[in-house]
């Protein structure tokens, strides 16, 4: 059974920071990519960060500069380091994993850890 649990969500003021953890098991971690997507209140999920099973990272362009992900591929968890957050960060955050093997797709989301921005 595949399960992704985040954590390390939470209340916080503008300019201040978060870690996100995800723990993945069911999985062979390593070969997935990872992301951490955010769904705010009345607008669409989006991806906020990613990384692929090598370690390049994408980013969306607001998080820039701001958020780090990572991988532990041992560990078999994912973060996301948010610092000098805003307003704007205020989410759900979601873990996701993905994977392509023989044409068929393989893809798993957690159940969300909310980030709360507010002074």
């Known amino acids: 059974q595949v399960q992704l649990v985040e954590s390390g969500g939470g209340p916080v003021q503008p300019g201040g920071s978060l870690r996100l953890s995800c723990a993945a098991s069911?999985?062979?971690?390593?070969?997935?990519?990872m992301g951490w997507y955010r769904q705010a209140p009345g607008k669409q999920r989006e991806l906020v960060a990613d990384i692929t099973p090598g370690g390049i990272t994408n980013y969306l362009d607001s998080v820039k500069d701001r958020f780090t992900i990572s991988r532990d591929n041992p560990k078999n968890t994912m973060l996301l380091q948010m610092s000098s957050l805003k307003l704007e960060d205020t989410a759900v955050y979601y873990c996701?994993?993905?994977?392509?093997?023989?044409?068929?797709?393989?893809?798993?989301w957690g159940q969300g850890t909310q980030v709360t921005v507010s002074s």
């Open positions: 069911g999985i062979n971690f390593s070969l997935y990519r």
């Open positions: 996701n994993a993905a994977h392509m093997w023989l044409g068929a797709k393989f893809n798993y």
